[in-house]
């Protein structure tokens, strides 16, 4: 007995139907589902990979998108610090300063700290130490 095949369909068209679905038409993860099904004839299992290549495919154009806005963002505020440093005007070279330091997250510190150390933070007065001194 001959096994029927599938007629094959190219991938990329199908993901671009299913990031245009989702993104533009805003389908659901099971109306999507149940678009691929109704359409291709693709079973639940193939559908969800095919959803999960297109979500990939999206956020990598996300992140080449937003490194380049950006890289935008930040030589448009170095142009007006320029200006503004030009004209002496320091107290907006400050603050461009500082929203490039938030664009570049240079004021985000990240602190680890050992969960079996103990920090004692003295709100008033000496600390325990220094007071055993």
Do not use: C, W
Request: hydrophobic letters at 30%.
């Amino acid at each position: 007995m001959e096994k029927k095949r599938r007629k094959g369909y190219e991938k990329q068209p199908i993901l671009n139907e299913i990031i245009d679905l989702r993104y533009n038409k805003s389908y659901s993860t099971q109306s999507l589902l149940k678009h691929l099904l109704e359409k291709y004839g693709y079973k639940q299992a193939r559908s969800y990979e095919l959803i999960r290549e297109a979500k990939a495919q999206i956020a990598t154009a996300y992140d080449e998108t937003t490194l380049d806005v950006l890289k935008e963002a930040i030589s448009s505020l170095e142009s007006l610090q320029e200006e503004a440093r030009k004209e002496k005007d320091y107290k907006l070279v400050f603050n461009i300063q500082q929203e490039l330091n938030k664009i570049q997250q240079l004021h985000i510190q990240k602190l680890e700290i050992d969960a079996n150390m103990n920090i004692e933070v003295p709100l008033f007065g000496p600390t325990k130490k220094e007071k055993d001194e």
